[in-house]
């Protein structure tokens, strides 16, 4: 027994020795150091927390936790927010700082650069207002990981980072201002070869956006552990080395948008292991090789908006591992190889404009269940009618095929009573002519297809932002009735319908919560006619409620990970303040209705001033009447207001001097009668404001109120009654008629005088006799 017990106690013993190494060895001594505590407060005092200076859903302050005095106070810095200690040593050896509100500077003695054990230091996405980095970052020599992504820094990159060999990620991409190129980070392109020389253990090096603006550094080709490396819009030329494509270990390569970088794809091998393959808004050319087959590991490949040639290979049907292929605006040619059709993961699949030709099965994509979004338009494809009638996406988001040879719609077009919440009406109000409206439906500009992303709004699935009819030719315009059921898609915040053939009346909403999140919507230059729709006014929510929140922030724009990603740019053109303004982004901050160019009539509803959130309001060249409301006067951010060229009467309500932003302002050509109110923004408008309204008086117009010149000149004027009726008053008759009044008068008169002096002078001048008259 007691030797059983003997052993039983040396087990334990030698178990509990065996496995003492995997404690923490700091849970058994002191605290964090204390010079390292003193430089980390320090540090602190030198930065303020400013909620506007990060941005995602992700960011919250974290030097509130360094502290050691008062109420949840706490010595051990190793267990402060962001800091991470040895724990062996209790040095800290790591600084996580990203996205933590920090605004401030970093000086060249900052204390920082005395916590000589640091190995990560993270202060991505926050502001540093512009100043330079310092040079001191070499201090930091056991540093493996710098990131200073998205944080405001300019200024020249510090040649001392080369002097950092244990690195093996590099972040300082983002820190670029796009107007002004003197408050971005630049890097010379002496000091980009001899970064790149040093840093002999680089595996992620990551600098987009960045003003480079040199050639590639053929000594790239040399980084053998490199796996990504992010070039993206650095303003390179010049010719593109090809080694680099064949680094052993490189995942992802990214030199997107630099426009004057030129190159060609290599042979491929089967070793390669690139990931993502992004090429896109540069200048490569040739023919895409056969060899491309060969990247079996390829998940995203983009190489749009370049100058390539030729055919697609069938091989590219072995990339099975592909999410997204964009081979977008090129100059590529021949028929869609049918391996194209084998990629079953594909997501995204981007081939307009282009030469392709070639018949285009549309039943043979349906088979691709994962496929979300199909763009074929601008080439010259013939879809197979008879194919495609067959053809059901049921997950199918977005399909673009504008300018294709389409003569029938395929079924899944023609019945859209599963996409909207109205399964009584849609299969059988679904014209021909709408379902051309779903088809086109595109967000189309030159430098919109430029941008875009992995990402795309999924419209068809009711989690879109926009939808965007661009003009198309007018033997292919869109003619139908208002389009009612698209208030039925919850996130819609822009309608833009612009330059096409809807026609009739708007109508009224068909439940309670049609378009509550619409902020931008653009009927203008079609045939819409009746009386504008104050049914929708009443439930535009979106629109009642003024947000400055998002200033800077662009439609489709998300949060990922702490950090705000530009996505598929939306773009429109509106005619704001008189001008055609073309919005490359719409910012999520702008709220407009543009109903210009229609056949509106009658009066404006008094309800639209409900609409406070409006920047820009534009109801010209319809056919309204009636009185300007003065419930105008209450959309206080109003910055442009066009009523010209209706059939507007009466005054011009006092209460629009209360728009304290109104920039540009319009009532020409109506029949605008009275003074012109004066004050304000009135003060500064232009005669053009006001001209064509021949009852107008007052500044900037010539005439004089209340001068005799200034009676009314037209032949008619419109004198209106408190019931809202109006009597169209002649001028003529009034004038001969005061004019023989007038004549008769002066007759009779001096009948009178003559014939009954004392009679007239005791009735009208009996002062005037008897001083002797």
């Not at 990922?560 to 008189?578: A, L, P, Q, V």
């Not at 209450?634 to 009523?643: C, F, I, V």
Request: aromatic share 10%; glycine share 6%; charged share 15%.
């Amino acid at each position: 027994m007691e030797s059983y017990s003997f052993s039983y106690s040396t087990c334990i013993l030698v178990l509990l020795l065996f496995l003492s190494p995997v404690y923490p060895k700091h849970h058994f001594s002191s605290l964090c150091h204390d010079d390292e505590r003193s430089l980390l407060l320090q540090f602190k005092e030198t930065l303020v927390i400013d909620r506007g200076a990060s941005t995602g859903p992700s960011s919250y302050p974290k030097l509130p936790s360094w502290k050691v005095e008062g109420e949840n106070s706490n010595k051990d810095c190793c267990s402060w927010y962001g800091v991470d200690c040895d724990e062996g040593t209790g040095h800290v050896i790591g600084l996580d700082l990203s996205s933590s509100y920090l605004v401030g500077f970093i000086n060249s003695n900052s204390s920082l650069f005395r916590l000589v054990h640091l190995q990560r230091l993270n202060l991505a996405n926050n502001n540093f207002n512009y100043s330079s980095i310092p040079a001191q970052l070499s201090c930091l020599s056991k540093l493996t990981y710098l990131n200073l992504s998205y944080s405001q820094f300019s200024g020249h990159v510090p040649i001392e980072i080369s002097q950092l060999s244990m690195l093996s990620s590099l972040d300082l991409s983002r820190n670029m201002d796009q107007d002004f190129e003197e408050k971005s980070l630049r890097l010379k392109g002496s000091n980009f070869r001899s970064l790149i020389q040093n840093l002999t253990s680089i595996k992620e090096l990551f600098l987009s956006n960045i003003h480079i603006s040199s050639t590639v550094p053929e000594i790239l080709a040399n980084l053998s552990s490199l796996t990504s490396l992010k070039l993206e819009g650095c303003g390179l030329y010049g010719e593109f080395p090809t080694r680099i494509f064949h680094l052993p270990n490189l995942q992802h390569l990214n030199v997107n948008y630099n426009y004057n970088l030129t190159g060609h794809l290599p042979v491929f091998h089967s070793s390669n292991n690139l990931k993502y393959l992004e090429v896109c808004g540069t200048s490569f050319s040739g023919m895409l090789p056969s060899s491309l087959g060969n990247l079996t590991q390829l998940i995203e490949l983009d190489l749009s908006s370049n100058y390539f040639i030729g055919h697609i290979h069938w091989s590219i049907g072995n990339l099975t591992k592909l999410t997204r292929l964009d081979l977008s605006y090129n100059n590529l040619e021949g028929p869609i190889p049918s391996s194209l059709y084998q990629l079953k993961d594909i997501e995204s699949l981007f081939l307009q404009t282009n030469n392709l030709s070639g018949i285009v099965k549309l039943d043979m994509f349906s088979m691709v269940k994962s496929l979300c979004y199909l763009s074929l338009s601008n080439n010259s494809f013939s879809v197979d009618a008879k194919t495609s009638l067959n053809a059901t996406f049921p997950q199918f988001v977005f399909l673009e095929l504008a300018f294709c040879k389409l003569k029938e719609f395929p079924n899944f077009l023609k019945n859209q009573s599963q996409l909207f919440e109205q399964p009584e009406r849609q299969a059988s109000s679904v014209s021909r002519e709408l379902q051309q409206f779903l088809v086109c439906i595109k967000t189309t500009t030159k430098q919109l297809l430029r941008n875009h992303s992995r990402y795309l709004a999924k419209w068809m699935q009711l989690e879109d932002d926009v939808l965007e009819s661009e003009p198309i030719p007018r033997n292919n315009q869109i003619e139908d009735t208002f389009p009612f059921w698209l208030g039925t898609l919850p996130e819609l915040k822009a309608l833009l319908m612009s330059f096409n053939g809807f026609h009739g009346a708007v109508g009224d909403p068909q439940n309670k919560t049609t378009f509550s999140m619409l902020k931008i919507i653009d009927l203008s230059h079609n045939c819409f006619s009746g009386h504008l729709p104050s049914g929708y006014f009443r439930q535009l929510k979106a629109m009642k409620v003024f947000d400055n929140t998002h200033d800077f922030t662009y439609l489709n724009d998300k949060f990922e990970e702490g950090i705000w990603y530009e996505n598929f740019f939306y773009s429109m053109t509106i005619t704001n303040k008189g001008l055609d303004t073309d919005y490359v982004r719409i910012p999520n901050s702008l709220t407009l209705m543009d109903l210009s160019h229609n056949r509106f009539e009658g009066e404006i509803p008094k309800l639209i001033g409900d609409l406070n959130g409006l920047l820009l309001l534009n109801l010209s060249n319809n056919i309204l009447t009636g009185r300007i409301p003065s419930s105008l006067g209450t959309l206080s951010h109003l910055e442009a207001l066009d009523l010209s060229h209706n059939k507007l009467s009466g005054e011009i309500p006092p209460q629009l001097t209360q728009l304290n932003f109104l920039g540009s302002f319009s009532v020409s050509h109506n029949r605008l009668t009275g003074p012109i109110p004066h004050g304000k923004q009135f003060d500064t408008f232009e005669s053009s404001s006001f001209e064509g309204n021949k009852g107008l008086c007052g500044k900037p117009l010539s005439k004089i109120c209340g001068a005799l010149q200034d009676s009314p000149p037209s032949p008619t004027s419109t004198v209106e009654e408190k019931g809202g009726f109006s009597l169209e008053f002649d001028w003529k008759p009034v004038v001969i008629g005061c004019g023989c009044g007038l004549v008769i008068g002066i007759v009779v008169g001096h009948i009178v005088i003559e014939k009954r002096p004392d009679w007239f002078a005791k009735t009208f001048g009996i002062r005037q006799l008897k001083q002797g008259w």
